[in-house]
């Protein structure tokens, strides 16, 4: 898409309260047109670029100081310990109940992603997301690039996108080389803290075990979890 219709969907996502994805939108959309406006010779129109950018540059400042004030502002609702070698603790079983048919978005902030376990846990989190928020239209995850192999890292979450493409759901994947927290922001205005992140589950073993696919068979890390409740993003 060229930058007009980049920043028309931005903006009807905004209106539509959907601020994770408008704020991505707007920041490609800025991007192309700052390049645009480099090459433009004509004055007035430069002029007119810079202003339009502006506009939107300051809307996604406002969303981002937006969400960034929601998650300050979060009272603590649940804080759920993890003993070493427990079990029973399902993404369903933490905070499936939180994922409704309120949740439009979902931010996740998952440091490691690329080993296969990593990818088989957040397929297993999407799996979650897909079925129980009905109206779930964008996430949006944020990782570090793979030093070892960034594009078989980027290969496999493109797979990833496209299969959620076919759902009707947008996948957004943001590369962070310092990113240290681990978090996930469901748009209804749940917020949940997993100290470990999303991989706090032992192998199975012997591999072909219970505890393969239904995760509340699996030994887990030591690790709590905190879930927070703050105001919708919408």
Do not use: W
Not at 99 to 128: G, S
């Amino acid at each position: 898409m060229n930058a007009k219709d980049i920043l028309i969907k931005a903006v009807q996502c905004d209106k539509d309260g959907r601020i994770l994805e408008a704020q991505d939108l707007y920041q490609d959309g800025i991007q192309i047109l700052m390049e645009v406006v480099g090459d433009e010779k004509d004055s007035n129109k430069k002029k007119v670029y810079l202003e339009r950018i502006k506009e939107y540059i300051d809307r996604a400042e406002q969303i981002k100081l937006r969400v960034q004030r929601h998650m300050e502002s979060g009272e603590i609702v649940a804080n759920i310990p993890i003993d070493e070698n427990s079990t029973g603790h399902s993404y369903k079983s933490l905070f499936g109940k939180y994922m409704n048919a309120d949740v439009k978005e979902i931010l996740i902030d998952e440091p490691y992603i690329a080993e296969r376990y990593q990818f088989q846990n957040f397929v297993v989190l999407l799996e979650l997301a897909a079925k129980q928020c009905k109206n779930l239209k964008y996430v949006r995850l944020v990782t570090k690039p793979d030093p070892k192999n960034t594009a078989e890292q980027n290969s496999i979450l493109n797979l990833i996108k496209t299969d959620l493409q076919g759902r009707n759901i947008t996948l957004s994947i943001k590369y962070e080389t310092t990113l240290h927290d681990r978090k996930i922001i469901l748009s209804n205005g749940y917020i949940i803290k997993i100290g470990r992140g999303l991989h706090f589950f032992k192998a199975t073993n012997p591999r072909y075990s219970l505890g393969l696919c239904d995760y509340d068979f699996r030994n887990c890390l030591q690790t709590d979890v905190d879930i927070c409740r703050t105001k919708t993003f919408s």
